[in-house]
């Protein structure tokens, strides 16, 4: 199962809004609505963010959103602070039990 | 609230074992899948097995089958990593992470324990 397209890295200035793009095929994130994204501060353990495309777990700020269309999952951070600056990582069910994730975006708060 | 706390990790010789335990607290433990997503130096995340609730049903990424097994102990609220066959591309934090209401949903994450795998 091959890892899952994010660009290596996206910025922004505070107040800004960035989407991060995450790209795979018809069998896994254009199958599923099972997507989920993660944050990870440098030496950190990932935090979970979004699940099922578009939902924010409770505490999750509303200015973090997810939307998929077909094979692509988008993730949207609006009104960015310097606390947003991480790796985020999005993650898909790829079927045949399996999940595969995201090579990791790095995002820089100008 | 969720603790997920791993030990284990450590320097291991190529083809050597290691097995790595997660102690879990905080929420029903016997009512929670489990999973291993690991993460080598200056990587991304990988997904490395899930198991059920009674631990029947287990899961793996194509690279570590038949070399790695997953298993828990409801009792002792623990899940486990048994790591056979070492190889240098193992070298990895592994984290511990609580599996939501469907698989990608990885909820509450440990702060992962550090193997090395190297001679």
């Known amino acids: 199962q091959s890892a899952l397209t994010q660009p290596r890295s996206v910025s922004g200035s505070p107040g800004q809004s960035v989407t991060i793009s995450c790209t795979g095929t018809?069998?896994?994130?254009?199958?599923?609505?099972?997507v989920s994204w993660y944050q990870q501060h440098p030496g950190k353990a990932p935090k979970f963010i979004i699940y099922?495309?578009?939902k924010r777990p409770s505490g999750v700020p509303d200015r973090f959103s997810g939307s998929k269309s077909g094979n692509t999952a988008s993730l949207t951070i609006s009104g960015l602070q310097a606390e947003d600056e991480a790796d985020y990582y999005c993650c898909s069910f790829a079927g045949s039990y399996s999940l595969v994730f995201g090579g990791g975006t790095k995002l820089t708060v100008l | 609230e969720v603790q997920l706390v791993e030990s284990g990790g450590g320097l291991v010789q190529p083809g050597g074992s290691r097995r790595l335990s997660c102690a879990a607290s905080?929420?029903?433990?016997?009512?929670?899948?489990m999973g291993w997503v690991r993460q080598a130096p200056g990587k991304g995340l990988e997904w490395v097995a899930h198991?059920?609730?009674?631990?029947?049903?287990?899961y793996y990424v194509d690279s570590v089958k038949g070399r790695f097994t997953i298993s828990r102990d409801n009792a002792k609220t623990s899940v486990y990593l048994q790591m056979n066959s070492l190889r240098a591309d193992d070298t990895a934090v592994y984290y511990c992470?609580?599996?939501?209401?469907?698989?990608?949903?990885?909820?509450?994450w440990g702060q992962g324990t550090l193997v090395t795998v190297s001679s």
């Open positions: 992470a609580t599996v939501g209401s469907n698989w990608s949903k990885l909820e509450s």
């Open positions: 905080g929420f029903t433990f016997s009512n929670s899948w």
């Open positions: 099922d495309a578009t």
């Open positions: 198991i059920d609730q009674g631990g029947s049903a287990r």
């Open positions: 018809s069998s896994d994130i254009g199958g599923y609505n099972f």
